[in-house]
C-alpha cells in the first residue's frame, strides 16, 4: 500500500525545514535574526519555510544595488 499522501508531504515538510535551517545557520546574518529564523521554521514548519524562502536572510551572495 506505500506510505500515505500525508505522510509523504510532512517528509518533504520536514526536509525543506531542515535545509532552511542549515541555510539560515550559515547565512551571513546576525546571530539574533538567525535565532528568530530558526524558530520561525520550528514552530510554523509550512509557513515559516515559506516566509524565509521569501525573506530570510541571505548569505551575502546577493548584489545588492
Not at 535545509?19 to 530558526?38: L, P
Amino acid at each position: 500500500m506505500g506510505i500515505e499522501v500525508g505522510g509523504l508531504l510532512g517528509l518533504l515538510i520536514l526536509i525543506a525545514d531542515i535545509w532552511a535551517i542549515i541555510n539560515v545557520v550559515q547565512s551571513g546574518a546576525s546571530t539574533g535574526s538567525k535565532v528568530i529564523w530558526v524558530l520561525l521554521i520550528l514552530i510554523l514548519p509550512l509557513l515559516g519555510f515559506l516566509a524565509w524562502l521569501l525573506a530570510g536572510p541571505r548569505g551575502g551572495g546577493a548584489v545588492r544595488t
